[in-house]
């Protein structure tokens, strides 16, 4: 059987994740698959990089799946994305992939975003694609605090206490924050970089950041946090919205 990569799409706002749900609660996993599904006969299991939580968002995820039936690429992803209608998934990309491609334990490096707004006006344009606050936050500050986190490190601290990983420790390639004005206030863009994250990692870590921005914490207070290994030494977690995954990293790029 044939097997197939995606480079995916999506709007998170109506979907309880990524991974299939029970009770029929809407998922992108289960969109694709129902897309497949009138495609191709029998049930179709499609495999993702990451399976991302309720409500974020993807502008660079990869799926793959084996089809009984060879497709031509460009065909294949024009025939999903009539059939996704209207759900708010879109596949960018389509390609035929090695038998042992997987697309989650074939990657090397997951890239996401998070995009928070500063500003007193309401996010007309951008709600629930953003986490806005309503404070001026010091960027300065919030790159002193993410200096502490990059490299390899125990992240107990920065991890959901329903996390399945079997360790907390993991290396952080980088946090690059960057400051972009607009109308009325600042979006502030964190882009992290990993092998692969730990459940709540990207949330955790923003949500501390963000106390240090607003001058709640100082920086120094983030390796404390890290140090200490605790959950409870967290600081607040910040919803979903606004997290984007943007990126996975293979040997070779399977859409090139």
Known sequence: MPRYAFRIEYDGMPFQGWQRQAAGQPS??????????????????????????????????????????DWDPFR?????????????????????????FHARFAALERRYTFRLLSRRAPAALDAGRVWQVRHPLDIAAMRDGAAHLVGRHDFTTFRSTLCQAASPVKTLDEIGIEAHAVPGGTEYRFHLRARSFLHNQVRSIVGTLERVGAGGWPPARVAAALAARDRAA???VCPPQGLYLTGVRYPADPFA
Request: net charge negative; with cysteine; proline share 9%.
């Open 28 to 69: 992108v996993q289960a969109a694709v698959e129902t897309a497949l599904a009138r495609l191709t006969p029998g049930p179709v299991t499609v495999a993702a990089a990451g399976r991302t939580d309720a409500g974020v968002h993807a502008t660079g995820q990869v799926a793959h799946c084996d089809l009984p039936r």
């Open 76 to 100: 294949l992803a024009e025939a999903l994305n009539w059939h996704l209608k209207p759900a708010p998934v879109a596949v960018l990309a389509c390609a035929r992939v090695a038998d042992d």
């Open 234 to 236: 967290c600081g607040p």
